[in-house]
Nanobody, 113 residues
């Protein structure tokens, strides 16, 4: 089992920055996919960014503003700059390896105008 804990969310004004973290614990091993998703009220969960051994990808709305990274102990980060009101959502991390997928509980990001 893997436990994921997100942190770093909060309330920020438009144009500001936040850095989210996703810490993994338990039977970690290696993950072949680590990603961030977000879910705004009354909207479907959407993919934000992901990182694999070969690719780092971003959804179009966040390209150029957000940066995903990971470190050697499988902690994943999402640096979010130039935040917009439309970025307001619950941000969740997801990690995967063959046959397994794990989600965290999420961290709330609220961007005020």
């Amino acid at each position: 089992q893997v436990q994921l804990v997100e942190s770093g969310g909060g309330l920020v004004q438009a144009g500001g920055s936040l850095r989210l973290s996703c810490a993994a614990s338990g039977t970690i091993g290696s993950f072949n996919f680590m990603g961030w998703y977000r879910q705004a009220p009354e909207k479907q969960r959407e993919w934000v960014a992901s990182i694999t051994s070969s690719d780092t990808l971003y959804a179009e709305p966040v390209k150029g503003r957000f940066t995903i990274s990971r470190d050697a102990d499988n902690t994943m980060y999402l640096q979010m700059n130039s935040l917009e009101v439309e970025d307001t959502a619950l941000y969740l991390c997801n990690v995967r390896r063959i046959g397994q997928s794990y989600w965290g509980q999420g961290t709330q990001v609220t961007v005020s105008s």
